[in-house]
């Protein structure tokens, strides 16, 4: 599967565990998951290429405890448990 398809599916899961996903050009700062007034958030670099945009929307979901009560696509599966082992 291609990165960009993987990136789409990694935020579409990240939406349905309550994150709000914005996409702008950082130029490579102040990237990745927060909590801003209760609401969860990530915001995606542009600058940064579809690899490591998938791997800041995937980092920012890895520690939420509710991940384990979604079913994910087998394509995120993997990822998904890398990325938690590196959290």
């Not at 990165?3 to 990240?14: M, R, S, V």
């Not at 007034?37 to 890895?62: C, N, P, R, T």
């Amino acid at each position: 599967m291609h990165t960009l398809d993987l990136l789409e599916q990694a935020i579409t899961t990240a939406e349905k565990l309550g994150y709000r996903v914005r996409r702008e050009w950082l130029g490579g700062d102040a990237s990745g998951g927060c909590e801003i007034a209760g609401q969860k958030w990530i915001f995606v670099d542009l600058s940064l290429d579809s690899h490591e945009q998938l791997m800041q929307v995937l980092d920012a979901v890895a520690s939420d405890e509710a991940l384990a009560t979604i079913p994910l696509p087998k394509s995120l599966e993997t990822l998904t448990n890398r990325s938690r082992k590196a959290a």
